[in-house]
């Protein structure tokens, strides 16, 4: 060591040792030593050599820091607990911790107990296996997206699920676009620019994040024109107003809300002749549309594609990943003349989906083609048709557990609870459900305990979402399926340390 150093060393040793730290814990062993040491090659292993160095130098650099303001008397936490272990054991550590929070995915699963199962903050449709394995399939291989085998020549994306559509929906013609909103956007930019598009007012619906039917129908650069009042439209209305501007006629299907008392509004039944009248083509927005009745399944009736089409829709806009039960995407369906236009337009590319989306698509579809079997193979339709007795047993078995984990400062019970589609789907009608209520225990009442608790399930390495309400955590379990319950139960243990 040189006198210098000697010098540095010495002059730290005194002021480390005023401020209350160990003079020892000062020297920081050089970064090259910690990246040689036997106890690195895990991390250089897993993280790269690049990455597990510039971890490494930050960390120095801020044990440094904090032991420097501590000779300075500046960090009195450290003068009070005394200085860090900076071994190398220690420090690799902490590296380890460090470089595992940096690379950890901010997007994670979830469990879902909120009582919402189709959840769009919550990535809405659970996958079925078969769609799944389809999806890794594709990752894995190059596949036809756009190369028609039969004849070895260039083909359209579309081709992959269009037989499947034509055949669920009895339409003419389909596309794909990558969502619902898209695919309403792609539909008034292709038949409607610059002219007008009759809705009825009480049809001007927004959907999540502020996004409002007038606002996409302005940027598809098309020209509203709203017919009769906020609760009632006649079919006068939608007659009066048509005119050479008119390009479209539209009803926006309101899957997200309710106008109840004097009302009224015109069916697709009476507006569709309506539209042949005037020659106008008529456009459904479902939003959530379903390929099956939903009545065969002990669940409130939804109006289907198949019967939107049959009842004279021109065109139908609706989702995938909602009660369809796939990956997110937009489909229309309809009059085959219509459908070319809309693949034509430029915009078409833009919005297109990739071979993952269709991958999951279209063994999706496939499962609508033995509709007595959906209820065991749609994981969507599994949920949503889930007996409240196997809630009720699911929580009992868990409630001890949960219990135990909380201790004496909460209180668990277990109650019938009402669950909901979501995504705008029915949102009126209800589903009998089951699950856990926790409330804070008389005795050990404490300031926001319950967004204390709320906060600690989310803290957990499998997030745990519920909702508050009624001065109690909310546990619905109609979305915790039985394979995930033992692993839900197994970290509720973290919750008692």
């Known amino acids: 060591m040189s006198e210098q150093s000697a010098r540095s060393d010495h002059t730290l040793h005194g002021a480390a040792s005023a401020a209350g730290v160990p003079a020892a814990a000062i020297r920081l062993p050089a970064v090259h030593l910690i990246l040689s040491d036997a106890g690195c090659e895990p991390l250089l292993a897993a993280y790269g050599r690049v990455q597990t160095l510039d971890a490494a130098r930050a960390l120095l650099a801020e044990l440094r820091a904090m032991l420097l303001a501590a000779r300075e008397g500046g960090d009195t936490a450290v003068a009070v ?38 959840h769009t903050n919550l990535g809405r449709a659970l ?20 190369w028609d085998l039969d004849t070895g020549k260039r083909g359209d994306r579309d081709n992959l699920i269009e037989e499947l559509l034509l055949e669920l929906t009895g339409a003419e013609a389909a596309t794909i676009v990558n969502n619902n909103a898209a695919a309403v956007l792609l539909m008034l930019n292709t038949v409607a620019l610059g002219k007008e598009v009759i809705v009825s007012r009480g049809e001007l619906v927004e959907i999540g994040g502020a996004f409002r039917i007038p606002d996409v129908m302005t940027r598809a650069g098309a020209v509203l024109r709203e017919v009769g009042a906020t609760n009632r439209t006649h079919l006068k209305d939608y007659d009066e107003a048509a005119g050479p501007q008119t390009a479209l006629m539209m009803k926006v299907h309101t899957s997200n809300y309710a106008i109840t008392g004097f009302t009224k509004s015109i069916e697709l039944d009476e507006l569709a002749p309506l539209s042949k009248k005037h020659n106008i083509p008529l456009a459904v927005d479902l939003g959530s549309g379903t390929l099956v009745d939903l009545e065969q399944y002990g669940l409130p ?32 369906v309809g009059r085959k003349d219509l459908i070319v236009q809309i693949k034509k337009n430029p915009l078409k ?8 989306t269709l991958a999951a698509l279209e063994p999706v579809l496939a499962l609508y083609r033995a509709p007595d079997l959906l209820p065991e193979r749609l994981t969507t339709l599994k949920l949503l048709t889930r007996p ?74 499998l997030p745990v979402i519920g909702r508050v309400a009624q001065d109690a955590l909310w546990l619905d379990l109609r979305c915790l399926q039985d394979y995930q319950q033992q692993r839900f139960i197994e970290q509720l243990a973290l919750l008692a340390t």
């Open 388 to 461: 409240a007795a196997d809630m009720r047993a699911q929580a009992q078995a868990i409630l001890p557990q949960l219990q135990a984990a909380l201790g004496a400062g909460y209180e668990v019970t277990d109650a019938a609870m009402q669950s909901q589609i979501g995504s705008g789907a029915l949102p009126v009608d209800q589903l009998p459900s089951h699950g856990l209520v926790v409330r804070p225990a008389a005795a050990g009442r404490v300031s926001n305990a319950l967004g204390v608790l709320e906060q600690r399930l989310r803290a957990l390495p």
């Open 349 to 356: 590319r833009a919005l297109r989906v990739g071979k993952l």
């Open 81 to 118: 607990a005394g200085a860090p272990d900076t071994s190398i054991p220690s420090l690799l550590a902490m590296l380890a911790a460090r470089l595992q929070e940096q690379n950890a995915s901010p997007l994670r699963p979830v469990f879902n107990l909120t009582g919402t199962v189709l």
């Open 301 to 332: 009736h939804e109006t289907t594609v198949r019967e939107t089409i049959e009842g004279g829709a021109d065109l139908v806009t609706f989702s995938g990943d909602k009660l369809l039960g796939g990956p997110q995407c937009g489909i229309i």
């Open 127 to 146: 996958l079925p296996d078969a769609a799944v394995q389809a999806v890794v399939d594709s990752m894995r291989w190059p596949m036809n997206l756009e």
